[in-house]
């Protein structure tokens, strides 16, 4: 929306690492969840994690470690079982700093 925007020439003639929007930014439609450093490592690691009777409807939903990092999509099934839809890795050391995406399970 109001977002500065810039041309591709300003871009690349930006000096240092240019100011750029969060991922997350790109669909604040979403539900979010933060999950524990266990639910996220599961998450992580391809596996599907159960969160019991969690009040968010079924669906795609944001996925924010501990630290409020985001790192990634992930779908919400009935019953409140959670798996990753699409995730981002992150440089050892620095969660919630997103490098590259991958495909969830």
Do not use: N
């Not at 998450?43 to 630290?67: F, K, M, N, W």
């Amino acid at each position: 929306g109001d977002q500065p925007m810039v041309t591709l020439t300003e871009f690349e003639a930006h000096e240092g690492l240019p100011a750029l929007l969060p991922a997350d930014c790109a669909v604040p439609q979403l539900p979010a969840l933060r999950l524990s450093p266990t639910q996220s490592s599961a998450i992580r690691h391809g596996q599907q994690v159960s969160l019991g009777g969690l009040a968010t409807a079924p669906g795609v939903v944001r996925l924010y470690d501990e630290t409020d990092g985001f790192f990634g999509l992930g779908t919400l099934r009935s019953g409140g079982i959670l798996a990753a839809r699409r995730l981002f890795t992150t440089p050892l050391g620095r969660p919630g700093a997103a490098a590259d995406v991958r495909s969830g399970v």
